[in-house]
């Protein structure tokens, strides 16, 4: 029987806990949303790195004629870079056919730990791209939650618990105790994802800044059926949906 683990904040990962399974990362607010969000729009890749310096050395070695300096810090854009964190910005007009390098304060940091494995990218926009993959896959899984600076975030645990029951859903599954909780908050709050963003603690401090609609955007399930995969550096679309 495979095993299915929660993990509620990056806090909770041991070294070497994750060896040997299928990895998935959670940041509903925003980056896993905004990374759905590019890929649709028809980005060539994204490179996710966890410091502003690092990123802007990044984009200039690439050369800036076809790469974008994306990323925030507390929300709000980084300054001289070209795209913040809101997935309303990631247009064709802006993103299509360029590399984005990206910096955020929780999902890029998590995945620029996970540099030596393959990693899916997950929010409410692409659940079922992600369950029917990993449904396909054998092997334990363990979901990722990026939280809020290290701590536990609503957001990211309900998602995950959504994942968890629909890989339930496929097979029989051996659930850990975070995987539990998360698949309890799913069924609480299934019915108003939105209404459960909004009252986060990271949705009110984003609507706060004025980016409501993007709470909006990240709510709304299978929005973008991409199934993004982080190996090598980089993110790419695996298959779409």
Do not use: W
């Not at 004025?210 to 909006?216: M, P, S, T, V």
């Amino acid at each position: 029987m495979r095993r299915a683990s929660l993990f509620l904040s990056p806090g909770d990962v041991a070294d070497g806990i994750l060896q040997g399974h299928l990895l998935v990362a959670i940041d509903v607010l925003r980056a896993s949303t905004t990374i759905c969000q590019a890929l649709v729009a028809g980005a060539r890749d994204i490179l996710p790195v966890a410091e502003i310096e690092e990123a802007k050395r990044l984009a200039e070695s690439l050369g800036r004629e076809n790469t974008l300096l994306c990323g925030e810090r507390e929300g709000r854009i980084i300054p001289g870079f070209d795209l913040g964190n809101s997935p309303l910005e990631y247009t064709p007009e802006k993103v299509k056919d360029k590399t984005l390098v990206m910096c955020t304060t929780n999902g890029t940091a998590l995945l620029s730990r996970l540099r030596e494995a393959e990693v899916y990218v997950a929010g409410f926009v692409n659940v079922g791209a992600v369950i029917r993959r990993l449904g396909s896959l054998k092997g334990d899984v363990a979901f990722l939650c990026a939280g809020l600076l290290g701590q536990f975030s609503l957001e990211d645990a309900v998602c995950g618990g959504m994942l968890v029951a629909g890989l339930g859903g496929r097979r029989k599954v051996r659930l850990s105790d975070g995987a539990v909780a998360g698949k309890l908050l799913y069924k609480r709050f299934a019915k108003n994802l939105l209404g459960m963003l909004q009252a986060s603690h990271h949705g009110a401090y984003l609507t706060g800044l004025g980016f409501g609609q993007d709470l909006e955007f990240a709510s709304r399930t299978d929005a973008c059926p991409v199934l993004p995969v982080f190996r090598e550096g980089r993110i790419t679309i695996k298959e779409s949906c």
